[in-house]
């Protein structure tokens, strides 16, 4: 199974919409989408600047996408504790992620895939109950195609791909699947955000997701590809193949949006060949 997360486009916040220039990156991408083959089903966040973004290739494949609420913007809030830097944020509703090095290298259980939720920070809002609402989402899509989490927090394969690794071992290192040809596989494509594409990565790669908030960052309209191994007939783990491609932009001429981003993006067109 392959699924497919795209960021929103460079946004309008304000208005839930996009910019200009997240309209020029969503143009590049549509054609992008539309070069895919075999996409089994689109998901979209209920925002509007996800939907903005899938509408053009929705379009222009005659398909549509289910909106699912547990897609929208991971935007949980929490009250602020007394040792935060921004003394002016204390005792207040923030948004859980949004935070300081100084505020979130301080607590260990903040990087503990299961004691994150449990910190004192998270426990002052609903934060757990939030991100089981996100994790129940997907792994409620991930059954409906025979993918069933089970108590080791991996995935039990209800009708498996075939897999030379099953009955014919080869060389470390150069697995050869036949999945890579078998044109049925599923795949699924989710237009989203950055926040909760994080927290359902982080569920499906057993981290916290405080390490992808805080660690990474994925450009509007960028392209994450999450792909199942199924080295053990019945059994699948995922993991990232591509985290933010922007081929399409940098293709296409367009600069790299910042937005979430709190430094400059590397400008390609500025390095001299």
């Not at 955000?193 to 981290?207: C, D, E, K, P, Y």
Request: aromatic share 12%.
């Amino acid at each position: 199974m392959r699924l497919i997360f795209i960021r929103h486009g460079d946004p309008d916040y304000e208005k839930d919409n996009l910019t200009q220039k997240g309209k020029r990156e969503v143009e590049l991408l549509t054609k992008r989408v539309c070069s895919w083959k075999n996409i089994t089903a689109f998901y979209q966040s209920p925002l509007g600047r996800a939907k903005a973004t899938a509408a053009p290739s929705l379009a222009a494949l005659g398909r549509e996408a289910t909106t699912c609420e547990w897609l929208k913007e991971f935007d949980a809030k929490t009250k602020m504790t007394k040792n935060y830097p921004e003394k002016n944020l204390i005792g207040k509703n923030v948004m859980c992620w949004d935070l300081l090095p100084e505020f979130f290298t301080s607590d260990k259980k903040f990087f503990d895939k299961d004691l994150w939720t449990s910190s004192r920070f998270m426990k002052s809002g609903k934060i757990k109950k939030y991100y089981k609402f996100v994790c129940n989402g997907i792994d409620d899509i991930l059954s409906q195609y025979g993918y069933q989490r089970n108590n080791h927090n991996f995935y039990d394969v209800k009708n498996p791909v075939p897999n030379h690794n099953w009955n014919q071992p080869v060389e470390k290192y150069h697995l050869k699947s036949i999945k890579d040809d078998y044109n049925e596989e599923t795949t699924l494509v989710f237009f989203c955000h950055l926040g909760v594409m994080f927290s359902i990565i982080a569920h499906l790669t057993g981290l916290s997701p405080m390490q992808l908030w805080q660690g990474f960052y994925v450009a509007p309209t960028s392209i994450t590809i999450l792909n199942s191994e199924e080295r053990i007939k019945g059994q699948a783990w995922f993991r990232v193949e591509r985290l933010g491609d922007t081929n399409h932009l940098t293709n296409g001429g367009e600069p790299i949006s910042s937005s979430g981003y709190f430094a400059s993006v590397l400008d390609e067109s500025q390095i001299i060949k």
